[in-house]
């Protein structure tokens, strides 16, 4: 699929969602086959949904710095706990996608975090969505 059919679509995608849930390994395939998401040049919206690694969650974000036309951003992770360095470090690689005005960030579980430590904010969001976050002040 990376090599055969994606170079085609490339330049069409506007909306894409990466998922775990019936291809568990997914996004470290696809991170290995060097797919890049800044090749996705007219991407409006990003889903990035079940990550078992927080690693390649921020790495795949990462990507998305040079894609002009992102502005929503919606990570959905249900299971797992994440740091809260691995929170701060998602945080800022969401606060440097210059574009961006939508993000929710559905039911991730931060121990020890608390929105008030957030010390960068984005001036591109217009909407933060936490949903079923557990945060501790």
């Known amino acids: 699929l990376c090599k055969h059919v994606l170079p085609f679509l490339v330049d069409q995608v506007t909306s894409l969602c990466i998922s775990t849930d019936e291809t568990p390994d997914l996004p470290s395939l696809l991170l290995s086959r060097h797919f890049l ?22 790495q795949i974000i990462s990507q998305c710095q040079s894609i002009d036309g992102l502005t929503r951003l919606s990570i959905i992770q249900e299971e797992g706990h994440v740091s ?29 975090f608390s929105p008030c430590q957030i010390s960068q904010i984005s001036t591109s969001m217009r909407t933060l969505l936490i949903e079923g976050m557990t945060c501790h002040p």
């Not at 809260?84 to 931060?110: F, G, P, V």
């Open 37 to 58: 998401l800044n090749r996705f040049v007219h991407l409006q919206s990003l889903t990035l949904w079940h990550f078992d690694s927080m690693v390649t969650l921020i």
């Open 84 to 112: 809260q360095e691995q929170m701060d470090h998602l945080l800022r690689h969401i606060w440097n996608l210059t574009k961006l005005t939508y993000c929710n960030l559905n039911s991730i579980t931060a121990l020890e």
